[in-house]
């Protein structure tokens, strides 16, 4: 893995990371996975960065949810130990805040820790403050701990002002700008933003996203998407402080391995051109950085077709695909892990919604959806709602959140397809 780039003159240097989640199982495809796509390889990785002389960091942050539930992290304390062992060999201080997940198991290892320079800030719920001398810079470091798996209060209500002009760090695991009566320590980022820190580190969310330059306030993310909703890069944050106070910060990908999504117009390719033309666009959309080994694809197929019922079934053929894709001299090995149809047939909607018949009617149906006309496109959403609802409730471990507009689209893209066979059974009969 490459190492981080040179630490400028007169700087102190953070890494900040969150979200490790020790212990959960990735359900990246069998093929893919390996020590380096686990929570646990990314550990290991932020470990081998911090450690690292020619990279010169000064402390390791984590925000929170290093362990995963109670019943996940029986080796996953012993994998932590064991980068901490590495990290006060070389003098390393790391400083933490325990989250949702973790609040009991980090808390009770901390007291089973023998390291003098880990630092567990804000145990039981109540806000906790070290400065750290780092070179000739006097750093101030604040944080506040999940006291339970659920806190329904403003954690920033009990933080009291800034009282030094050193520049103050602040860790914090929760919900930020959700609902106020969010479960996971619910508060906003100008409430963060008038606290007087230079900087938020934040955990929970598991999107790295930036929230507000100055202060600079931001959301870690996890180190390695941990399920297929969580795509593109992950890795940790460099944060380098100046001589003058100002923060440098700057995202650092470590995954071993990433979920992404991909979109492939197949209008005018022929079907047997499907597999190049989904290389092509993986060629150009594909991040890459060392370490990278591993790709899952989920790849939505949109355009048109003369023959929707032979592209949907050479679509199929292609989900589950494994690919060697070549960028840049690095080989990738990629799964399409999921295909989304989307595409349409070459028809006149508007003519075939004229006929008598059950054509016409789906027809009819869909230009409803696509133009969504009044209440019919309402009433046809609800309905579907009402039947997705039943059966969540005979299935709920299938059960999930759904927007309208992704419902819609589905269920539009579902009518194509069936429309498209009508279509074909009545030629059929007509020859």
């Keep these: 893995m490459r190492g981080l780039p040179k630490k400028p003159a007169d700087c102190v240097r953070l890494i900040a990371a969150a979200d490790l989640h020790l212990g959960r199982k990735v359900p990246i495809p069998e093929f893919l996975y390996s020590d380096a796509t686990s929570p646990e390889g990314a550990w290991q990785r932020v470990v081998d960065l911090v450690v690292d002389e020619e990279a010169e960091v000064d402390v390791l942050l984590l925000a929170g949810d290093i362990f995963d539930k109670e019943e996940n992290v029986?080796?996953?304390?012993?994998?932590?130990?064991?980068?901490?062992?590495?990290?006060?060999?070389?003098?390393?201080?790391?400083?933490?805040?325990?989250?949702?997940?973790?609040?009991?198991?980090?808390?009770?290892?901390?007291?089973?820790?023998?390291?003098?320079?880990?630092?567990?800030?804000?145990?039981?719920?109540?806000?906790?403050?070290?400065?750290?001398?780092?070179?000739?810079?006097?750093?101030?470091?604040?944080?506040?701990?999940?006291?339970?798996?659920?806190?329904?209060?403003?954690?920033?209500?009990t933080l009291g002002p800034k009282e030094n002009s050193q520049v103050t760090i602040g860790l914090l695991h929760g919900e930020c700008d959700g609902k106020k009566e969010s479960p996971y320590a619910p508060f906003t980022t100008q409430e963060l933003a008038r606290t007087g820190r230079e900087c938020w580190v934040l955990g929970h969310i598991h999107n790295p996203e930036v929230l507000c330059q100055e202060p600079y306030i931001f959301y870690c993310g996890t180190l390695q998407g941990l399920d297929s909703s969580e795509k593109g890069p992950r890795g940790v944050w460099v944060i380098d402080i100046d001589r003058t106070g100002r923060l440098h910060p700057t995202f650092f990908p470590i995954a071993g391995a990433i979920w992404m999504e991909v979109i492939v117009n197949i209008t005018g390719v022929d079907i047997d051109d499907y597999e190049v033309r989904l290389q092509q666009e993986l060629t150009k959309d594909i991040p890459l950085w060392e370490g990278l080994g591993s790709v899952a694809i989920e790849v939505i197929w949109q355009g048109k077709t003369h023959d929707m019922n032979v592209a949907v079934k050479r679509i199929q053929e292609i989900q589950g695909m494994y690919l060697s894709l070549n960028k840049n001299g690095s080989l990738l090995e990629c799964m399409v892990h999921t295909c989304k149809i989307d595409i349409r047939p070459e028809i006149d909607l508007l003519l075939l919604s004229n006929e008598k018949t059950i054509v016409g009617l789906l027809a009819n149906q869909l230009l409803l959806l696509e133009q969504s006309v009044g209440g019919e496109s309402r009433s046809l959403l609800f309905k579907l709602r009402e039947f997705l609802e039943q059966a969540w409730q005979r299935y709920p471990y299938f059960m999930q959140q759904v927007d309208d507009h992704v419902l819609k689209q589905e269920l539009i893209s579902k009518g194509y397809q069936i429309l498209a066979e009508l279509l074909e059974q009545q030629e059929k009969i007509e020859s």
């Design 74 to 157: 029986l080796e996953a304390p012993y994998c932590f130990e064991r980068g901490l062992q590495r990290l006060a060999a070389k003098d390393k201080p790391v400083i933490a805040i325990a989250g949702n997940h973790d609040y009991r198991s980090l808390q009770r290892r901390h007291r089973l820790f023998s390291f003098p320079q880990f630092y567990l800030l804000g145990q039981g719920g109540v806000w906790e403050t070290i400065q750290l001398t780092l070179g000739e810079r006097v750093i101030c470091f604040e944080g506040w701990s999940f006291p339970s798996s659920t806190f329904v209060k403003n954690p920033l209500l």
